[in-house]
């Protein structure tokens, strides 16, 4: 399995959702378990991912905080566990900067903060050491966030956002080839909000970072078709489908398999059909 190499994304890259969380609003905790976590990596792998990335704290609209001893005690056996074993590319979804140094030190190759690296301590540990980081927007926090979202204009609000942490990161000495972005669908954003964000994912190339994006089975595909979790998967990869078309570097999914057969579709159309 191959190392992210941010610099040089070629080809669109699949990052595999694993939650080790027992309150995760899509798999409800099925994966809590230290084995099952394994297996599901194992099958993810064998589909495709690129990256797997973990995450031990659930962020779901009103979500309950998870304390840093419990999200370490969740994670970082895991990730552990996923380096030694199969040695791929390893994401962790986390806000917090002890989790996130105990990650680095672990050897995750990613930082993925819905929070864009606005935590207590988070840039310091981010400045001392060399990992890349995904930077989410969100406006508000998982608690607040749909309450009611507001823009004066969304796709520019998002873009200044993002120029600003870049800007501030490299002042701290965090180099901008370090740095993923994400427009953070469903965080803090209308069911509107979402498909316009989706329909100009483009711009956001301005930025000249790579561009990720989660869209996998959330709400902006199951309150427009009004369908459950369970019946979200087509919709799912129209939605990443769509998203790379329109940019997007890395998706990040539930399902790898469906997924990644999205990614050679698009890959065949973008630039031809390879290795044959
Ligand atoms: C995202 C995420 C996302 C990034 C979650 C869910 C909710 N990290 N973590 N982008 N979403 N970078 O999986 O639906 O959209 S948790």
Not at 12 to 27: A, E, K, Q, R, Y
Not at 31 to 51: R, S, V
Not at 195 to 213: D, G, R
């Amino acid at each position: 399995m191959n190392k992210i190499n941010l610099q040089n994304i070629s080809r669109p890259l699949v990052m595999g959702i694993l939650n080790v969380t027992p309150d995760s609003f899509s798999d409800g905790g099925r994966f809590a378990n230290f084995d099952m976590a394994l297996q599901q990596t194992e099958l993810m792998l064998q589909q495709g991912a690129d990256i797997i990335d973990i995450g031990g704290e659930s962020t779901r609209p009103g979500a309950p905080e998870v304390p840093v001893e419990q999200e370490l005690d969740r994670v970082i056996p895991v990730i552990e566990a996923i380096k030694s074993r199969f040695g791929c590319a390893v994401s962790l979804d986390t806000s917090k900067a002890q989790v996130m140094q105990a990650g680095i030190t672990a050897g995750v190759d990613l930082i993925n903060d819905v929070c864009g690296l606005e935590g207590e301590g988070v840039l310091k540990v981010i400045a001392d050491s060399d990992v890349p980081v995904c930077i989410m927007h969100m406006q508000g926090s998982p608690r607040t966030m749909q309450k009611n979202p507001q823009y004066s204009n969304l796709v520019n609000d998002i873009m200044a956002y993002f120029s600003e942490r870049i800007d501030h990161c490299d002042t701290l000495g965090i180099d901008k080839s370090r740095i993923i972005i994400d427009p953070g669908f469903g965080f803090g954003k209308t069911l509107k909000h979402n498909y316009q964000l989706l329909a100009e994912l483009e711009k956001f190339k301005q930025l000249e970072c790579p561009v990720l994006v989660g869209l996998s089975r959330k709400s902006m595909i199951g309150n427009l078709l009004e369908l459950d979790i369970d019946k979200r998967l087509a919709g799912s990869i129209a939605a990443a489908t769509l998203a790379l078309n329109n940019g997007a570097d890395i998706v990040r999914v539930h399902d790898v398999e469906e997924t990644k057969h999205a990614v050679r579709i698009f890959n065949a159309m973008k630039y031809g059909v390879e290795n044959e």
